[in-house]
């Protein structure tokens, strides 16, 4: 059934794309997820909320995935996708671009997925919250678009969450030369603590119970790629932190492999994204209470690592490492003191959520 799927898929997919900017109107509503969906009992695995007894929980597994200028990675995560041992999964494809229109990259993929697209306004957390909007899979994931799976990535989640016990799973990305992609993991399996959060996958590995959002809340959107602030990154260990501090079990397969390419930038932009994401990571770092032993040892490893840089010639290696240490500064003395309470005295589930999301 897999093969058929993917002959279809080379079969019909478009040789081009439309490009220019939509004529049609755009729903700019934000989400504002994060720290509204309460619930006042802490989190257990064995409860079912009414959510996934009654509005849909029709699909096992929702990938969310938003999307910004980029159709042919969009086009080789789909076609991976469309390959999947596990059929039982659906799509959601949240579109924040502009300048190109990718419906009929989605539309060419509707007899092989069930894929929907929704629209949405830039910032990728803000892409996941308004994704978990339209989730109807008992577990979701969150796949960048220019990643792609292996053919057995939703089969093994599959089994993954088969445990009961099972709430949150991360894994590990690596490149087509196997190598780790994107941020650094740790080398052994385990459960996921503050000691080994950073080291412990990224968002393009990360799965959860759909029900863990309704104690956790959504992802923070003023964390990630796009976000209206400096904080370009950490979203994500935002949330597995956020899930830690309400006892949340969360664990590390490292045999779960998500594939995504090595990031190169040119100097220049590798210099900036060095301080705007560290910029994140020191937020996070102020917000979730790690103290300034912490951060300084994190600092200190990147200036030396930048001296290392400039002795054997590496200038925007010693550049791009020195820029990373004061944006983590930057971002550690601009976070808040302490987490916000997401606590809640009422018994039923709140949204205070704007409309957001047109479904195409």
């Known amino acids: 059934m897999a093969a058929a799927r993917g002959r279809r ?7 081009g794309e439309s490009k220019g900017i939509r004529a049609s109107g755009r729903t700019c509503g934000s989400s504002r997820v994060n ?7 802490p989190w257990s695995a064995g409860t079912t909320t009414p959510r996934q007894q009654g509005e849909g929980a029709t699909r096992f597994l929702s990938l ?9 990675t969009l086009r080789r995560l789909l076609d991976s996708l469309a390959g999947q041992s596990e059929p039982e999964f659906e799509v959601i494809v949240v579109d924040q671009n502009d300048a190109i229109d990718i419906s009929p990259i989605t539309d060419a993929y509707r007899g092989d997925l069930d894929i929907r697209r929704v629209e949405a306004p830039r910032g990728l957390s803000r892409a996941r919250n308004i994704g978990l909007q339209h989730a109807r899979g008992i577990v979701v994931g969150f796949p960048d678009d220019d990643c ?23 894994g590990r990305t ?3 030369d196997g190598l780790d992609s994107v941020s650094p993991h740790r080398l ?8 080994n959060v950073f080291v412990s996958g990224n968002s393009n590995t990360l799965f959860c119970r759909r029900r863990v959002f309704e104690t956790v809340g959504g992802f923070d959107e003023a964390l990630g790629v796009g976000a209206a602030t400096p904080y370009q990154s950490g979203e994500e260990t935002d949330f597995l932190l956020r899930c830690l501090a309400h006892r949340i079990r969360v664990d590390y397969d490292r045999d779960l492999v998500v594939h995504h390419c090595h990031i190169r930038n040119a100097s220049s932009a590798q210099t900036r994204r060095a301080r705007v994401y560290s910029q994140g990571y020191g937020r996070l770092l102020r917000v979730h209470g790690f103290g300034l032993t912490y951060l300084g040892a994190g600092v200190g490893r990147s200036l030396g690592r930048g001296i290392l840089c400039f002795v054997t010639g590496d200038l925007d290696g010693a550049r791009s490492r020195v820029h990373w ?4 500064l930057v971002g550690y003395l601009s976070g808040r003191r302490s987490v916000p309470d997401h606590s809640s005295s009422e018994g039923q589930l709140t949204s205070g959520r704007s409309p957001a999301g047109q479904t195409r």
């Open 9 to 15: 898929a080379e079969e019909r997919r478009p040789a």
């Open 35 to 41: 720290g509204r969906w309460l619930v006042s009992r």
């Open 64 to 72: 969310i995935v938003g999307t910004v200028g980029r159709a042919d």
């Open 148 to 170: 792609w799976y292996g053919p057995h990535v939703v089969a093994r989640v599959r089994r993954a969450f088969s445990d009961d016990r099972t709430a949150v799973l991360t």
């Open 174 to 176: 690596v490149a087509s």
């Open 188 to 195: 052994e399996s385990g459960p996921v603590d503050r000691s």
């Open 325 to 328: 240490a004061q944006g983590a």
